[in-house]
């Protein structure tokens, strides 16, 4: 866009303003409601073709699987809306756990401290990617690609290549894995991450200058919007969530593996896009994210009860993408 028609935009006045904010949330709202009924359309037709889908345990079982993809989709939204990319969140969840794990079973720390230290880490590490990817003004594609492997060798490092476990921690494990009135505790998790990711998208300035930064990056410097500040913060908010996910992993299996997280990216990257995130930036909403979750989720779930060949089901999560993205690109042509 022109220097010319960024000022332009810049100028708007207030009702102006005020109109192309509700066209947008009018916009993010008709993508959210297109993929809950998409999620709704796969969610009857899997109870009509199956017996033991629509079940109190299969429906709790569905939910805790896609706990740890549903909060890390949520961070990633805050990265994606921005208009950028993390590749690394995979292996930076590996990671962080398996230093959760060896600071509170092989070195015999308190698991409270290990993880706090964690969620401290991972939005430092988190950070540090939007610092590069900013200052140095590399791609973040091209920045998170590398983190990627430095990060999958650091857990290789750390642990030898053998597995942590043998958390002796009932109290923690209840909080991270336990069940409050029936429900896991890993799904709660999961919603209080997507209402603390609601509130910081859609209720704060904050949320308001990342919505800004990814769809007109020169505009929201025009009116005065720090933009490489901003996309460090989502980075930031991505990497906290990534840090709570570690800890859950290793409350809930008592230890941790060294191939934890490996190609973990590409399940969060597919939420995120098919819950209706654009590609390029400046559109999304944490519900949407949940909801392609639950999308993925009823994907690996259906193919089982099918009694489906594993091997379709990369088929089924590429093809789903891929429409996701034709989708996305036709509606901003049509815009």
């Given at each position: ?10 100028s ?5 303003a005020s ?5 947008a949330?009018?916009s ?9 009924l998409?999620a709704?359309a ?14 109190e345990?299969?429906l709790?079982s569905?939910?805790?699987q ?6 890390l989709?949520v961070?990633s939204t805050?990265?994606?809306i921005?208009g ?7 292996a ?24 706090l ?5 991972g939005a430092?590490?988190s950070g540090?990617?939007g ?19 430095i990060?999958s ?24 894995a336990?069940?409050?009135f029936?429900?896991?505790?890993q799904v709660?998790w ?9 509130y ?23 009116v ?9 913060l ?9 840090g709570?996910?570690s800890f ?7 230890g941790v593996?060294p ?5 973990l990216?590409l399940s969060v990257?597919?939420a ?10 400046g559109q999304?909403?944490?519900?949407g ?16 009860l099918?009694?489906?060949?594993s091997?379709?089901?990369p088929?089924a999560?590429g093809t ?13 042509r049509?815009?």
């Open positions: 866009m022109s220097n010319a028609a960024d000022m332009k935009i810049a708007l006045t207030p009702s102006q109109a192309g904010k509700k066209l949330v009018m993010a709202n008709s993508r959210e409601l297109s993929v809950i998409a709704l796969m969610f009857i037709a899997l109870s009509l073709s199956t017996d033991t889908f629509f079940t345990l299969n709790i569905l939910l805790r896609i706990s740890i993809i549903g909060i989709a961070g805050f990265i994606f921005s950028e990319i993390d590749l690394s969140v995979g930076l969840h590996g990671l962080l756990a398996m230093i959760c794990a060896a600071m509170a079973i092989r070195a015999g720390g308190d698991i409270y401290v290990s993880a230290v964690v969620v401290v880490l430092v590490l540090i990617n610092v590069i990817t900013t200052k140095l003004r590399i791609p973040s594609f091209i920045t998170t690609l590398g983190m990627l492997s990060y060798g650091a857990t290789l490092v750390l642990s030898n290549g053998m597995p942590i476990s043998g958390l002796d921690s009932p109290l923690f494990r209840s909080l991270v336990g069940r409050v029936g429900i896991p505790a709660l999961m919603f209080a991450a997507g209402i603390f990711g609601t910081l998208l859609m209720f704060t300035r904050f949320g308001y200058d990342v919505f800004a930064t990814g769809g007109n990056k020169t505009a929201a410097k025009a005065g919007i720090n933009t490489d500040r901003i996309k460090i989502a980075f930031v908010v991505s990497g906290i969530l990534v709570i996910t859950m992993l290793v409350g809930w299996f008592r593996d191939q934890t997280g490996n190609g990216e990257i597919a995120v896009i098919i819950g209706g995130t654009g590609l390029f930036g999304g909403s944490v519900v994210t949940l909801v392609g979750a639950l999308i993925i989720g009823m994907i690996s779930n259906g193919t089982v099918l009694g489906v060949d091997y379709y089901e088929i999560h789903v993408i891929l429409l996701a993205v034709v989708i996305d690109i036709w509606v901003r049509q815009r």
